[in-house]
Nanobody, 124 residues
Framework: QVQLVESGGGLVQTGGSLRLSCAAS????????MGWFRQAPGKEREFVAA????????YYADSVKGRFTISKDNAKNTVYLQMNSLKPEDTAVYSC?????????????????WGQGTQVTVSS
């Protein structure tokens, strides 16, 4: 079992920045992928970013590329999502997830474990 705990959400003005954290504990697995997803009211959950835990490769949705950065701290078993140049359309509940890396990493179904989510609100 893996436990994921997110933190760092909040209210920010357009153009501002936030950094989300996702601390993982419990069982670890070799070929892990850690991802961030978001879900706005009335919309489906969408992929934001992912990182291959073993090799450090990073992947982004087109909508956040160049503005968001995913990173990890191996010693702390923590994944971060640095969000810059935030826009009102970035408003959503952001959740981190963990799974075994595969070509399906952009899909929620590829992940076995989820955090509780943290609200990010960007005011215009």
């Amino acid at each position: 079992q893996v436990q994921l705990v997110e933190s760092g959400g909040g209210l920010v003005q357009t153009g501002g920045s936030l950094r989300l954290s996702c601390a993982a504990s419990g069982r670890t697995f070799r070929s892990a992928v850690m991802g961030w997803f978001r879900q706005a009211p009335g919309k489906e959950r969408e992929f934001v970013a992912a990182i291959n835990w073993s090799v450090g490769s990073t992947y982004y949705a087109d909508s956040v590329k160049g503005r968001f950065t995913i990173s990890k701290d191996n010693a702390k078993n923590t994944v971060y999502l640095q969000m810059n140049s935030l826009k009102p359309e970035d408003t959503a509940v952001y959740s981190c997830a963990a799974g075994t890396f595969s070509a399906r990493f952009r899909l929620p179904g590829a992940y076995d474990y989820w955090g509780q989510g943290t609200q990010v609100t960007v005011s215009s």
